[in-house]
C-alpha cells in the first residue's frame, strides 16, 4: 500500500513563499502522475498542479506563474514551491498519486487516487 505524506505548510504573510514536499513509500513518483490539490473551508478540493511521469507540467490558473511543481525520483518525492502567495491560497494542501492501471484526470481530484493526510498552508492579508 502506497503512503503519501506532506510536509512543508505554515503560516506566512501575504507575499511569502512556501515549499511543499510529498514523500511517497514506494517508487510512484517515478512511474505515474502525480498532483497536488487544495481545499478550503466550505469549498470542494480543486486541483492547483499536476506532474506526469515524463515531467510535463499542468496548472490551475490561479496559480500558474506563482506555484512549480517537480519531482525527485531517487527520493521518491514531490515538492510544490509557492511563491507570491496570496490569502485565496490559504487551504489544505494535498498530493495525490495515480493507482497502478487507474486514470489521471490531470487536475480533477477523484477518488481512485492515493491521497496524503494534508498539509495547512494559511496565508495573512
Known amino acids: 500500500q502506497v503512503q503519501l505524506v506532506e510536509s512543508g505548510g505554515g503560516s506566512v504573510p501575504a507575499g511569502g513563499s512556501l515549499r511543499l514536499s510529498c514523500a511517497a513509500s514506494l517508487c510512484i513518483v517515478s512511474r505515474y502522475c502525480m498532483g497536488w490539490f487544495r481545499q478550503a473551508p466550505g469549498k470542494e478540493r480543486e486541483g492547483v498542479a499536476a506532474?506526469?511521469?515524463?515531467?510535463?507540467?499542468s496548472y490551475a490558473d490561479s496559480v500558474r506563474g506563482r506555484f512549480t511543481i517537480s519531482k525527485e525520483n531517487a527520493k521518491n518525492t514531490m515538492y510544490l514551491q509557492m511563491n507570491s502567495l496570496k490569502p485565496e491560497d490559504t487551504a489544505m494542501y494535498y498530493c495525490?498519486?495515480?493507482?497502478?492501471?487507474?486514470?489521471?484526470?490531470?487536475?480533477?481530484?477523484?477518488?481512485?487516487?492515493?491521497w496524503g493526510q494534508g498539509t495547512q498552508v494559511t496565508v495573512a492579508s
Open positions: 506532474i506526469d511521469n515524463d515531467g510535463d507540467t
Open positions: 495525490a498519486g495515480q493507482r497502478r492501471g487507474g486514470t489521471w484526470y490531470y487536475l480533477k481530484p477523484h477518488p481512485s487516487y492515493y
